[in-house]
């Protein structure tokens, strides 16, 4: 009996107990009775952004950024500058530029001159008669058309010369080398350096390829112009010259004398008909 009484005295207790922890309200910690410290400023330049940097695991993370690649073209600053077979006045001249003609630049200035090619051959120019200038570059085939064209810088005009092949990429035996009009050079240059096979005249030429409107106008695009014994020609048979666009008004072709860079001049402008992208 003594023992059944002190079992239920256990049991009132902890049912007392149970009763008053149901019933506690529960009253979260207060927060810390402190501002935290601010991190302190790095001692140095500040860190750089990470926030575009690529992620593991981007397609992108391997690609390198983009950025616009120059060609740089040497422009002479005087009228019948000569062009030296070496470095020094002394060597020989292969020809004369005008003021404000072009030519490849193939290095640093040695000893006072700067290497070129003239004529498909090693040249040099004085550095104190050209400046520099660049060109925004297009895509390599691009590219290689216009070095192709920067090697021929020099050679004669030649009137009627024989084609480099047949318009079809058959090559036509009788070709000289070294002897092109506006037509003949752009054959081929686009034949050598991209593959294009352009037709046998401008007349033909300018039916290739698509359109470019004149604001649209970018490096390797054919112009086609009229001349003064065409202009009053209706249809493709006003058309009298072609030319290589480099940008910056500039133009590679030949005309009346030798295979030249420049300037597009008030004059060729208002004899202008059309661009053509034959790429």
């Known amino acids: 009996m003594k023992t059944k009484i002190i079992i239920a005295a256990a049991l009132i207790a902890i049912l007392i107990t149970t009763v008053a922890a149901c019933g506690h309200t529960y009253n979260p910690p207060a927060e810390p009775d402190y501002t935290p410290a601010p991190s302190p400023e790095p001692d140095g330049p500040s860190a750089p952004d990470q926030s575009d940097k690529p992620v593991a695991g981007d397609p992108d993370a391997d690609r390198p950024a983009l950025s616009t690649r120059y060609d740089t073209v040497l422009i002479a600053t005087v009228n019948s500058l000569n062009v030296r077979s070496g470095k020094g006045s002394k060597y020989s001249s292969l020809g004369t530029l005008d003021k404000g003609d072009g030519v490849a630049k193939l290095g640093e200035p040695e000893d006072g001159w700067y290497p070129t090619v003239y004529r498909e051959r090693t040249a040099y120019v004085s550095a104190s008669y050209v400046r520099e200038m660049s060109f925004a570059m297009g895509d390599e085939r691009t590219e290689r058309v216009v070095?192709?064209?920067?090697?021929?810088?020099?050679?004669?005009?030649?009137?009627?010369?024989?084609?480099y092949h047949w318009g079809n990429g058959?090559?036509?035996?009788?070709?000289k080398a070294g002897e092109f009009d506006c037509s003949a050079l752009m054959q081929y240059i686009f034949y050598k350096g991209a593959g294009v096979n352009l037709d046998l005249n401008t007349r033909t030429q300018v039916l290739q390829g698509s359109e470019v409107k004149r604001a649209d106008l970018k490096r390797g695009d054919l112009m086609f112009f009229t001349n003064a014994s065409r202009y009053n020609k209706t249809g493709v048979e006003?058309?009298?010259?072609?030319a290589l666009y480099l940008g910056e008004n500039y133009i590679l072709h030949t005309a009346s004398d030798h295979a030249v860079i420049e300037q597009i001049s008030d004059t060729r402008w208002g004899y202008y008909i059309v661009a053509r992208d034959v790429m």
């Open 170 to 175: 058959k090559l036509n035996t009788a070709f």
């Open 238 to 242: 006003r058309i009298g010259h072609v």
């Open 147 to 163: 070095e192709e064209g920067k090697k021929l810088l020099g050679h004669p005009y030649v009137w009627g010369s024989q084609r």
